[in-house]
T-cell receptor, first 112, second 111 residues
Framework: KAGVTQTPRYLIKTRGQQVTLSCSPISGHRSVSWYQQTPGQGLQFLFEYFSETQRNKGNFPGRFSGRQFSNSRSEMNVSTLELGDSALYLC???????????FGSGTRLTVV | QQQVKQSPQSLIVQKGGISIINCAYENTAFDYFPWYQQFPGKGPALLIAIRPDVSEKKEGRFTISFNKSAKQFSLHIMDSQPGDSATYFCAASSNDYKLSFGAGTTVTVRA
């Protein structure tokens, strides 16, 4: 059974640019969540989607956005990148009613 | 602010020893408490989880102890092995579709 797939694995962007990260959940999982992991702030919740609807959103500026498609795949977008956006972005999926999330290996974003 | 406080930040244990990591929370609405294990370059992997109606749960060498009145829970790793060297995160959820994580504990098992 394939796990949660995140692409790309690594990304280097320049300050002010925008970036889109992709996540394919485990087959049959309809809930997809995104987390930001940094050494200073740890694991911070960004947002969660279920059946293309955002059910919860963390305390991040509006530059961070996401969406979910009808096949449960999800993307997150960060516009006007700042140096502080450098982090590991993790996607997690679950059945939807079960909070037992399975995480992907993440996308390492470096903003220079 | 961190909704789940985790300690210690790091610990070193000898092979065969017991590793103990503690977490505390304030939000009484939390009703699901998982522990995740993360290796460098990988995402967190669910290790074991507990709900407040149970005081202890054991899976292999990993045990969660839960104290609802004290709002604390802990992970015990018995017979620690070098392969257990990783960062461990406690977390909590209140049916709001998000996990609140502790700051993490780096465990080093010396052979």
């Amino acid at each position: 059974k394939a796990g949660v797939t995140q692409t790309p694995r690594y990304l280097i962007k320049t300050r002010g640019q925008q970036v889109t990260l992709s996540c394919s959940p485990i087959s049959g999982h309809r809930s997809v969540s995104w987390y930001q992991q940094t050494p200073g702030q740890g694991l911070q919740f960004l947002f969660e989607y279920f059946s293309e609807t955002q059910r919860n959103k963390g305390n991040f500026p509006g530059r961070f956005s996401g969406r979910q498609f009808s096949n449960s795949r999800s993307e997150m977008n960060v516009s006007t990148l700042e140096l502080g956006d450098s982090a590991l972005y993790l996607c997690a999926s679950s059945h939807g009613g079960d909070p037992g999330y399975t995480f992907g290996s993440g996308t390492r974003l470096t903003v220079v | 602010q961190q909704q789940v406080k985790q300690s210690p930040q790091s610990l070193i244990v000898q092979k065969g020893g017991i590793s103990i990591i503690n977490c505390a929370y304030e939000n009484t609405a939390f009703d699901y408490f998982p522990w995740y294990q993360q290796f460098p370059g990988k995402g967190p992997a669910l290790l074991i989880a507990i709900r407040p109606d149970v005081s202890e749960k054991k899976e292999g060498r990993f045990t969660i102890s839960f104290n609802k009145s004290a709002k604390q829970f802990s992970l015990h790793i018995m017979d620690s092995q070098p392969g257990d060297s990783a960062t461990y995160f406690c977390a909590a959820s209140s049916n709001d579709y998000k996990l609140s994580f502790g700051a993490g504990t780096t465990v080093t098992v010396r052979a």
